[in-house]
């Protein structure tokens, strides 16, 4: 078994790397590390055999010198030598290292011994130095301290000497300010005055030395000194060039030509002086920014300078100003015209020449003031504005008795346009012409203004109109027969149209200039005209038209409205006139397009024609005095009814404030005028059947209304009859005069079209009617009402012979005229004349 299992083992051992399937294969590092073991153990095996070897040699060695012993005595000897031999030679190594050890010992002794003397020396050294090195740190010190003492005692002395020399200038100061060589127009003499500030500064600062108000006193003064001599120079040197300028004056007052020529020499000679004086004034200037007494020197000398001016150029000035101001002033009387048999003053030129003449002298005395300052001053401004004054106190007296709007008007513009805006605006030396300007502006706005209502109240709401304005329509077709025989002779004889037209008389030379263009304008109406407007329209749109640029908007809003509201009241006045002498239709449609006019004319002006008025309502006041009165014995009452004080708490006038929009007043009169328009052209056309219908709708009950003798059919048809006789008799006048009046086909369009859907809706009343009513079949035959469709055609049918065959307004035949086309308002009246087109008859919705 044991057997067995042995050889088992040994099997699987040699299996183990077998060539086939080994159980357990070396990998090659494995196999690498066997053999390395192999190569140690034969290595090792190898050194043993050696020592082997060399023992043996040794013992041979041995054996060839040993001696021969004979005797106990010599073995011992030899024993004895054996043993010396051997401690020696096992001793040796150590012998050596002891002696080497001893050697080193006795170096080290040697070198500790050395060590120690130069310690010793070291000490001795160190104790030299230190002794030296305390010395010399001692004396550096000293030296320190004395070198610092001697900086610090040489400061004290400069701060000392520095502080003194501001003491000790009062004296050489005031030497050198009153020498008699000294000049005040020298750099020597502005170090003086540079080293007073200084000083004086100097003393301000350091208040608490000894005797600095004393110095400070002295310095002061010396200051004083110097400003004294400066004044004295300027001023001699100002005097100087003025009476330079003065003598001519003086010689030649009289004559105004010389005087002109020394005005203009005066500025040269004045000039001349600006070199001695520039620097001096340039100094103080710089000096007056941080000094009040030299601001005050500089603010007197401006003065000085200013006064001497005045008396050279301000005589000269005023004189100039009046002599371009002066020939309207001299006898001007009402209306702002002259004496009889006087040709009236040129307001307008005479303004012109004078601004020039201010504007030109401002400039002037500007550059010459700039010859001697820098910075501009109150003084120049005052001396500027005085010489201006001159203008207001000449123009103002004519101003303020001016009754012309277009002079106002026309002196406003200038003022404001060519005066503020064009020169003083872009020029800041003319800033006191600019006042004067805008005094006098707002003088002669407030006079335009007043003059403005004056204007339009006389003219315009308490106009009279005479014959011709009011001759309507008979001026319209007057106008247009001439237009249209002027531009027949214009295509017969082109060649010759500026000699005939040279010929007629002014109403026909507008006429004749509206028709030259008759090929790009064939539908002209003389109603566009600007000739032919009522002349309450037309002068309103011209004031407004002057007073636009002349006015500020706000004053203008206000006199706007005013102005229109007049202006829609004398043209309510002059239709009801027309009304009364021609026809309703004439007055309503004249109305109607002098409305449009004035519509459209002041839709160019960017303002809104709206003025916020402020009224007082004194309807509680009225109330509290019927209670107070009501209440006698409770006037003095004491309890909480007490009646005095419930009036006084509720007698307070209330503050109400309404808004006038005079555009929305022309349209709303415009819109009430349509309307009246719609329904007189409505009646006209069918005046019978509305007199039927309105008596047939307030009879109840309804059922009963065919027994009435006044609604039996024959009745009722003889009203349907006579509806469309007057619709074909009097539809053609009515667009006639539509066309006459209005000449524009899309606002003809929009007012016909409600009086077409009333006619037709009064024909559908009357068919409602008689289904309403219970009338047969036979009733309605007798009536013979035609159906919406026909009476539409019926009055399309009527509206083209009217115009294939023009007639005059109700009834009277004329010439047929040229093709119109729509005026220059056609497309705003268009746009703005809005009537309903779904009317009923009783009702036109606007």
Known sequence: MDNMSLKEIQSKLLLWEAAENPLAPLTSQQREAILDLESLLLGVSSDLDDRTTENNVDEEFDKSNMPTVDTTYDFLEWYESLCDNNLKTDDAPYEAYHKQLDDRRNECVALTNQIGATMSDLDKLSEQYNFVSNKTNALHTMSEQLLADQNKLSSIGDDIKQKLHYFTQVEHLSQRLNSPTMSVNSETFFNVLAKIDECLEYMRANSNYKESHTYLVKYRHLQSRAISLIRSYVTHVLNHATEQMLAPKDEDQNDQENMDTAYAVYFGKFQAAAPKLKMVIGEIEARAEKNADYASLLSDIQREYAGRRWRVAGAATDGAVAGRAGAGRAGAGRDGAGPAGAAPPDHCSQLRAACSLLAHACRDECALYYHFFTNPSPALDEYLQSLCTGLYESLRSQIIHINHLETLAELCVILRVEVIEEQVNNDPRLAALGQCA?????????????????????????????????????????????????????????????????????????????????????????????????????????????????????????????????????????????????????????????????????????????????????????????????????????????????????????????????????????????????????????????????????????????????????????????????????????????????????????????????????????????????????????????????????????????????????????????????????????????????????????
Request: charged share 20%; proline share 5%; glycine share 4%.
């Open 438 to 846: 805008r005094a006098l502006l707002q003088d002669a706005q407030e006079r335009l203004v007043y003059r403005a209502h004056v204007h339009l109240r006389a003219d315009v709401l308490l106009y009279r109109p005479g014959p011709g304005d009011l001759a309507y329509p008979a001026k319209l077709i007057m106008m247009e027969q001439i237009a249209i025989s002027i531009q027949e002779q214009s295509l017969k004889r082109s060649d010759s149209r500026n000699s005939m037209i040279s010929d007629i008389s002014a109403t026909s030379q507008e006429v004749a200039n509206i028709n030259v263009e008759a090929q790009k304008r064939p539908q002209a109406s003389p109603a566009d005209l600007h000739g032919m407007w009522y002349p309450g329209v037309r002068r309103t749109l011209a004031a407004l038209s002057r007073l636009y640029r002349c006015l500020e908007k706000k004053v203008f809003q206000g006199l706007a409205q005013e102005a229109i509201s007049l202006c829609v009241q004398s043209v309510d006045n002059a239709a009801k006139q027309i009304s009364t002498n021609a026809t309703n239709i004439d007055g309503e449609l004249f109305q109607i397009k002098h409305l449009l006019i004035l519509r459209e004319q002041i839709a160019p002006f960017q303002v809104d024609f709206i003025v916020k008025e402020t009224t007082l309502d004194f309807s509680n006041v009225k109330n509290a005095a019927y209670g107070l009165i009501q209440k006698p014995r409770q006037i003095f009452s004491l309890n909480t009814n007490n009646a005095l004080l419930e009036f006084l708490l509720e007698g307070t006038p209330m503050v109400r404030e309404h808004l006038l929009d005079s555009r929305k007043e022309v349209d709303r009169q415009l819109k009430s005028c349509c309307e009246l328009f719609i329904k007189d052209a409505t009646e006209i056309l069918a005046g019978p059947m509305i007199a039927f219908i309105e008596k047939a709708t307030a009879f109840a009950p309804i059922e009963q209304l065919k027994s009435q003798p006044w609604a039996t059919p024959e009745e009722i048809a003889v009203a349907v009859k006579e509806a469309q006789k007057k619709i074909k008799a009097h539809l053609a006048p009515l667009q006639r005069s539509m066309q006459l009046y209005l000449a524009n086909k899309e606002t003809e369009f929009i007012l016909f079209r409600p009086i077409r859907n009333n006619v037709v809706g009064y024909f559908v009343q009357i068919e409602q009617l008689l289904t309403n009513a219970g009338y047969t079949y036979e009733d309605t035959l007798i009536v013979a009402c035609p159906t919406p469709e026909q009476v539409s055609v019926f009055i399309s049918s009527a509206s083209l012979i009217s115009h294939s065959e023009p007639v005059h307004p109700f009834g009277t035949k004329v010439k047929p005229s040229v093709v119109r086309k729509p005026s220059v308002t056609s497309v705003q009246e268009k746009e703005e004349v809005t009537v309903g087109v779904e009317a009923t008859p009783d009702t036109v919705t606007l």
